[in-house]
């Protein structure tokens, strides 16, 4: 993991404290995964999905989109479209679809910002996941 820089270990990895390797390579990868989030995801809508995701207890949404609705109610037509992609990434990804790629591309040009879109949502998913194990 040395072609990443050397970062902190997020309060939520602590899980990863007992192994140096370990602990180390997940905060590198969580530097570079927020990273790439700041660069493909408005503030507004990372808050969004934050908030959201924190609150969250596990349970798959369903097969509806209508929470996807209501989460992202109060952010601007830019930022929903944006926003569906990152909610639906972090916990219902059976539900992206073509429909829901393109309506991001729309407003975000570049495969990298797509890649670091999907990427900063999921891993804000697993890492909400990952509280829910005990600190080594």
Same mark, same amino acid.
């Given at each position: ?5 050397? #970062? &902190? *270990? ?8 007992? #192994?140096? /390797?370990?602990?180390?390579? +997940?905060?590198? +990868?969580?530097?570079?995964i927020?990273? =790439?989030?700041?660069? =493909? @995801? ?6 969004? $999905? ?8 596990? !349970? ?7 929470? $996807? &609705?209501? $989460? @992202? !109610?109060? *952010?601007? &037509?830019? #930022? ?9 990434? =972090? *916990? ?9 790629? /393109?309506? +991001? ?5 570049? /495969?990298? !910002? ?7 949502? #999921? +891993?804000?998913a =697993?890492?909400? @996941? ?7």
């Amino acid at each position: 993991m040395k072609l990443l820089p050397e #970062s &902190e *270990l997020p309060a939520d990895l602590a899980w990863a404290k007992g #192994s140096p /390797n370990i602990a180390g390579g +997940f905060a590198r +990868f969580a530097a570079a995964i927020d990273t =790439a989030g700041k660069a =493909a @995801i408005p503030e507004d809508v990372r808050d969004c $999905v934050v908030k959201h995701v924190q609150a969250w207890d596990g !349970r798959d949404p369903g097969l509806g989109r209508q929470w $996807v &609705e209501e $989460v @992202i !109610r109060g *952010l601007g &037509e830019k #930022s929903k479209d944006i926003g569906r992609l990152v909610l639906l990434t =972090a *916990l219902a990804p059976y539900q992206v679809d073509e429909g829901i790629v /393109n309506a +991001f591309t729309a407003h975000s040009i570049g /495969n990298d !910002r797509l890649l670091g879109a999907l990427a900063w949502g #999921s +891993f804000t998913a =697993a890492r909400k @996941i990952g509280t829910w194990l005990p600190a080594s």
